[in-house]
């Protein structure tokens, strides 16, 4: 069935009412994610009007726009139920209550860009000061095809000599809205240094076709000028506004969506979920700075626990100055929930490739570091080996080079302790349970761990890792091996281990010694195989010494 590209444009004008934190928050890590997560949403984008003092005043302030694969999606579900109350979160009503939204959709008529033209949503950084320039095109109903013929054949390419200019687009009033009434709409996108208003321009305005079109063909006109402000994605990342006491907390209401501003949380906080190109659900957290340009540390998680048990290690890390500088992501790892996607097996590349979709997804062109333990430590190391470019530096903890030949027997039996005790979340789905639990985190703590606080807690998140996930997910544990990259990394590393980590103490010394050019080893005593949960303090001191050395 034949599909129709198109635009939705939603201009917005919030009520002096409205404080701007609530208003940025709410779109920014709400609205517009949920709109992105449908599968026919391309990209998205929040623009500032820069003429509000001259032709724009009076107007609204903000303009959203979003590429769209099939605008006919647009007038139907699963889209019309998100504008409806019945979905919408309490602090969205009561938020949209204080704002004048104006919602249009318009089908592509054709378009013409420079040769160096990057779509913004596929620059990794975050471009700013992009300005776009809208006219909106009232025509004579019999004059609409000397329209698009002018912008085609004269205006675009008079456009493509100002300095600056990007991209024009044309697009009429779609056939989804079953208007009677067809609007023209003309997005030109300029660099941030550009010629707008300078001899090239002024020559794009002044031909004689030009004055025939504004005069005989066009009926009404209406140009803006915007700012770009910030570029939309499904993962929420916003922090900057949870720091005003103005913005509230939200709720989803499926519960995967949560954001703690300052007025609610010592440490404003964002969390989340994104979902892999094969389907599997990350959930996230992201804390700390909530500076839009703070440098990222990313912690991923070992088998069988989720992103909690870096909680000991980031209360006491954020005594340490140097935490104030970044904002931290931890998630959990592939094979938490029986979310776990369809690729099989699920490879040490597959837990490396989720990271560098974590990073895509929240615009991070360039982790500072990784911090990974166990499973976690062997994906941040295999991250830093295959996508050296996306890695500041990286903290492999209680990890190994290459899987013992003994793990695909070793956690075969685990699993079948799992399968034989058939244990069952509240909800009903079959989790790991308790024996397993047992088992597994009495190897995990040294001896004079077991049976305090943390022992249990840790046990109790084992217990309720779902069994599909986890059957899934060790098979990377399998059968790796990554000695040979190792001696052409690029990417500085430091390895740690818990000093009765079993063996581990001296096959991490090996690898330390293995990797290129060379990294130190630190081994952190009374600790096992979670130095992070069992001796918190001493992983903080470490991990900031090394931050600081690499700053």
């Not at 635009?7 to 940025?24: G, K």
């Not at 991070?364 to 190391?381: D, E, N, Q, W």
């Not at 130190?520 to 010494?545: C, D, N, T, Y």
Request: charged letters at 20%; one cysteine or more; a negative charge.
């Amino acid at each position: 069935m034949a599909t129709t590209p198109g635009l939705l444009y939603v201009t917005m004008a919030p009520h002096t009412s409205l404080p701007s934190a609530q208003f940025d928050d709410w779109w920014n890590n709400e609205h517009a994610p949920l709109r992105l997560r449908l599968p026919f949403f391309t990209n998205g984008f929040r623009y500032r009007a820069n003429d509000l003092d001259g032709s724009g005043k009076g107007l609204p302030e903000w303009l959203a726009i979003y590429d769209v694969t099939d605008t006919a999606e647009l007038v139907k579900e699963p889209y019309t139920t998100l504008r409806t109350d019945r979905v919408k979160t309490q602090r969205e009503k009561d938020t949209m209550k204080q704002i004048t939204v104006g919602r249009l959709i318009y089908d592509f008529v054709t378009s013409q860009q420079a040769p160096s033209f990057t779509p913004l949503e596929a620059i990794t950084s975050e471009p700013a000061g992009n300005v776009l320039v809208v006219l909106r095109l009232n025509v004579h109903p019999d004059k609409r095809q000397e329209l698009q013929s002018w912008y085609a054949d004269e205006h675009i390419p008079l456009l493509s000599k100002i300095p600056g200019w990007q991209r024009t687009r044309l697009f009429q009033t779609s056939a989804a809205e079953s208007a009677t009434d067809i609007e023209y709409l003309a997005v030109h996108e300029y660099s941030p240094t550009n010629g707008l208003g300078g001899p090239e321009w002024k020559a794009s305005v002044s031909t004689p076709w030009y004055e025939s079109i504004m005069s005989s063909v066009v009926t009404h006109v209406v140009r803006r000028s915007y700012t770009l402000h910030y570029i939309f994605s499904p993962a929420p990342r916003d922090l900057a506004p949870l720091a005003s006491t103005s913005a509230i907390p939200l709720t989803s209401l499926d519960a995967l969506t949560s954001t703690l501003p300052a007025s609610s949380s010592p440490t404003p906080s964002i969390s989340s979920y994104i979902t892999t190109p094969d389907g599997a659900q990350l959930n996230y957290t992201l804390t700390s700075s909530t500076h839009p340009q703070a440098p990222l540390l990313l912690l991923s998680n070992s088998i069988l626990v989720d992103s909690s048990i870096w909680l000991p290690f980031l209360a006491l890390f954020s005594l340490n100055q140097i935490s104030h500088k970044y904002r931290i992501l931890r998630y959990d790892t592939r094979g938490r929930t029986s979310h776990v996607g369809s690729a099989h097996p699920a490879t040490l590349a597959v837990l490396a490739a989720d990271i560098i979709h974590l990073l895509d997804a929240l615009r991070v062109p360039r982790a500072a570091a990784l911090i990974g333990v166990s499973l976690g430590g062997a994906t941040v190391l295999k991250t830093a080996l295959h996508y050296p470019a996306r890695v500041g530096t990286f903290i492999a903890c209680d990890t190994n080079a290459v899987a013992p030949a003994s793990n695909r027997s070793s956690w075969g039996e685990r699993i079948a302790v799992a399968e034989k005790e058939a244990a069952v979340s509240a909800q009903g789905e079959p989790v790991v349970g308790n024996q397993l639990a047992e088992m597994t985190v009495k190897r995990w703590f040294v001896p004079q761990s077991h049976g305090g606080a943390e022992y249990e807690r840790v046990k109790a998140v084992v217990a309720a890792n779902s069994l599909e996930g986890f059957r899934r997910s060790v098979e990377a544990l399998f059968e790796y091996d990554v000695r040979e990259e190792m001696s052409a990394c690029k990417v500085r590393g430091l390895f740690v281990v818990g000093g009765e980590d079993g063996v581990l103490p001296k096959t991490m010394k090996e690898m330390a010694g293995n990797l290129g050019g060379g990294a130190e080893l630190e081994v952190i005593p009374s600790a096992g195989h979670l130095p992070m949960v069992e001796q918190p303090k001493e992983f903080a001191r470490v991990v900031g010494e090394f931050l600081a050395k690499e700053e």
